[in-house]
């Protein structure tokens, strides 16, 4: 257990903490997705509505949640959120029609990637469960 007047091993472990939590989650990782995704659209290469949509965003006249949400209600926001609702519907019916280890299987990198998210949810709880236990004395 680490002392309450022990600032020193309290920065320690800090730091230690915020290492197995940078490996775990890259700095910046969040934010270049975001960006690549706006400057995608900015370009263009997602298509003229979310172009526009990124161009109001940019002016701060709308987010990306809004968008998604439904509180924009801009004609190029309601085209995004039916192609994505038509998108996501023919995933769902793709999925129910492969057989699972098909290697066309387009649930496969989903399932890989929720397994990866699932694993590291489970690192952090065990690093929160330790350093609680720490502090406990335990």
Known sequence: M??????????????AV???LDELFPPGEAEDAEEAFAAQARAGMLGREWQVLQGRIDL??????????????????????????????ALVEALRRTAPGDPRDPGAELRALHAETTARGA????????MAARERGI
């Open 18 to 20: 915020r290492s197995e």
């Open 123 to 130: 690192r952090i709880d065990a690093m929160l469960r330790d």
């Open 60 to 89: 701060n006249l709308t987010t990306r949640e809004a968008v998604l949400s439904g509180e924009d209600d801009s004609v190029e926001a309601a085209f995004v959120r039916e192609t994505g609702a038509r998108q996501s519907e």
């Open 2 to 15: 680490i002392s309450a007047n022990d600032p020193a091993a309290w920065r320690e472990r800090l730091a």
